[in-house]
């Protein structure tokens, strides 16, 4: 039985985020894995359940044989393989609030076409003469009353007007819209957050899925963001990573989430988190 990989794009939103963000958290980061947290670990394992739900549902429709985990099979691997604490802990909440989605989602009204597939694209910068890579890792592309869609599986404490709205003007989602009419021309219809409300001390969780607004004037500018990012990076390589500046601002520095990861890093130097 097949295994869906559901990680990141290898030239991708998140990449270009980084460096956008703060050029020094970008080298320092890519010195040191990834630190787990509680919406990541359970974020990335909601994303496992719902690639091998929709895979099964893609194989039926199209007549084919199922060769893929259960998703809870797949979240059991998943965990085995990561190892961690974070994982084995939440390894029966992402179990429990996927069977209440497939509960909310009994009869499945999207056609899937695929699952978990890398789209990607090219970015060309006349001014140094060069062509980007630009991938996306797209959670689901499903046909519905004729138009294509890219799903996009979302899981937050609670599902708020301002939970969709922050997405708007997302590079991960500009860049999606970009490919989408790439891709399909006028028989895309757009992307759609396919939101999880999940707040593990209630027993049931919120569902919600919300076509983005189209943001025509950002979409047509992004190539010039990737650009930036991609020139950032190409500039300041080789150098040591406390010799790629430092954004320096209070939303950079300390996020809603907390301080940035290299914070002390970048107060006192001379060791990493």
Not at 108 to 115: G, H, K
Not at 213 to 225: C, H, I, M, N
Not at 227 to 243: K, L, N, P, Q, V
Request: glycine fraction near 8%.
């Amino acid at each position: 039985m097949k295994y869906i990989d559901a990680g990141p794009s290898p030239a991708g939103w998140s990449r270009l985020s980084n460096v956008l963000k703060c050029p020094r958290y970008y080298a320092l980061n890519r010195e040191h894995d990834r630190t787990a947290s509680d919406a990541l670990v359970r974020g990335s394992l909601m994303h496992i359940a719902l690639a091998h739900h929709y895979a099964a549902i893609g194989a039926e429709q199209h007549d084919t044989q199922v060769e893929y985990l259960s998703p809870e099979a797949a979240v059991e691997r998943c965990v085995a393989e990561a190892d961690c604490e974070l994982h084995d802990k939440w390894k029966d909440n992402v179990i429990g609030v996927y069977h209440q989605y497939a509960m909310m989602y009994p009869t499945p009204s999207w056609r899937i076409q695929a699952v978990e597939e890398i789209v990607s694209t090219k970015v060309r910068d006349d001014v140094r003469d060069v062509s980007y890579d630009y991938t996306a890792r797209i959670d689901l592309i499903v046909a519905h009353h004729g138009k294509h869609y890219f799903v996009d599986h979302k899981t937050s404490f609670m599902i708020l007007r301002k939970t969709y709205n922050k997405y708007t003007l997302s590079g991960q989602f500009l860049g999606q819209q970009m490919m989408g009419r790439e891709m399909f021309g006028g028989d895309f219809g757009g992307v759609i957050l396919n939101l999880i409300g999940w707040d593990d001390k209630k027993p049931v969780s919120s569902f919600k899925r919300k076509v983005l607004p189209y943001a025509e004037r950002s979409v047509a500018l992004f190539p010039d963001t990737v650009i930036m990012g991609e020139r950032m990076i190409a500039d300041f390589s080789g150098r040591d990573a406390f010799h790629w500046p430092g954004a320096h601002r209070e939303t950079a520095c300390q996020t809603t989430y907390g301080p940035c990861s290299f914070f002390d890093t970048c107060k006192r130097g001379g060791h990493y988190e």
